[in-house]
Every structure is written in structure tokens, then in C-alpha cells.
């Protein structure tokens, strides 16, 4: 729809894409928090795992169903728009340049996560969207910050999309940010482990 709107306008098309990803991610976080941790990027998720937030099992399984739920979403834009139900992107986005982008947007997403958890975990939806809205600009690769839209945007050819050949490379700095930045706060706060179960909000499986 922003590509749609913004009839060649890159700018605004990116603004677009920003406001629409900041809103939706408040209203899912608070609409899925107090069920599951509102577990929404598999990087979020490894990380709770690392830290015995949520059980290996369990976190596979919450993987399984991010991917599969980003590549549904991917698939049901297209048919609302009327589109063939799958294009793969050919939208170039390689380069050490953009992997180092996703390693910092994932790195300080946890950051976000793991420090506002502790004691202002009701701030978490908001602290977060409000990061992912700001690192679609401060980012070069628009901040994808997650496996699951990684894989999902590659098979969508729109403005917000990334060339398979260019994924893998992507989540590789997507997977080394999050684990970073929770090694990064195990050693800052050393009751991390303690408050694990609270990623993304406090809930009760």
C-alpha cells in the first residue's frame, strides 16, 4: 500500500512502511503478551531460551510457527491486494554494509527487551515499536530485526522485500545481534536469568 501511495516517492513509501510496523507491533504485543510472551521474531526467542526463559522444546516450536506465520502473512497481503500469491523479491539488499545494520537493529532490539523488562515490563510493547520505528531510519537495511520478516519479505517483490540469496546472510547477523546483546546484559544485570520468563511481557503458558 505505501509503494502504492507514494507513486515513486521512496521516502514516503519507507515512512509508510515505519508508522504501519510501529502501530501494529503495540497492538500485537499487548494482544499477545498475556498469552504467550507475545513471541513474534525467533532471534527474541533464542535469546529467552539461552536464558531459560522458555524451554528448548518450546522454543522450537514457537519458531516453527513464526516462520510459518510470517510466510502466511506474506501470502495473504498478496492476495488482499490482489496480486498472484507469491513473488520472490528481487530486491537487492547485500553487502557487509546492510549485515552490519542487522546485527545492530537486532542487538539493540534485545537491548530494549532485556533492559526494560526487569522493572518496567508494561513500557515493553511501547519501548519496543518505538525502536523499530526509529531503526527503519537509523538502519541502512530498514531494520528488519527478525528471521521470520526476513523470510516473509522474500518472497513479496514490493519496496519492503529482500532477494533470497541475500536472507541467510541476514539472519546469520540477526541471530549474532540478539545473542550479543544477551551476553552483553547477563554480564550488566546479574539477575538477568531471573526475569527471563518475563520476555517479551509476563505471561502464564
Known amino acids: 500500500m505505501g509503494e502504492r501511495l507514494a507513486d515513486g516517492n521512496v521516502s514516503i513509501a519507507l ?3 515505519t508508522i504501519a510496523t510501529g502501530a501494529a507491533l503495540v497492538a500485537l504485543i499487548l494482544t499477545f503478551g498475556p498469552i504467550s510472551g ?10 529467552d531460551a539461552i536464558e531459560h526463559g522458555i524451554p528448548w522444546p518450546e522454543a522450537v516450536a514457537y519458531v516453527f510457527v513464526q516462520c510459518g506465520g510470517g ?5 495473504t497481503a498478496h492476495l488482499m491486494f490482489g496480486l498472484r500469491w507469491y513473488s520472490f523479491s528481487s530486491h537487492s539488499r547485500h553487502g557487509w554494509a546492510l549485515v552490519l545494520s542487522e546485527f545492530v537493529a537486532t542487538f539493540g532490539l534485545l537491548s530494549v527487551i532485556w533492559g526494560c523488562s ?3 515490563s508494561g513500557a515493553v510493547p511501547f519501548a519496543v515499536a518505538s525502536y523499530i520505528t526509529a531503526a527503519y531510519r537509523f538502519t ?6 527478525n528471521p521470520a520478516v526476513t523470510m516473509a519479505r522474500s518472497l513479496s517483490d514490493s519496496f519492503a522485500g529482500i532477494r533470497p540469496p541475500d536472507v541467510p ?6 541471530i549474532a545481534g540478539a545473542v550479543c546483546a544477551t551476553f552483553l546484559f547477563r554480564w550488566l544485570v546479574l539477575d538477568l536469568r531471573a526475569h527471563a520468563d518475563e520476555v517479551l511481557v509476563p505471561h502464564s503458558r
Request: zero cysteines.
Open 140 to 145: 541502512a537495511s530498514t531494520s528488519f530485526a
Open 38 to 47: 507475545a513471541h513474534l521474531n525467533p532471534a527474541v526467542t533464542l535469546a
Open 118 to 120: 526487569r522493572l518496567r
Open 15 to 17: 515512512l509508510a512502511n
Open 71 to 75: 510466510v502466511a502473512g506474506a501470502v
Open 169 to 174: 546472510l541476514f539472519i546469520v547477523a540477526q
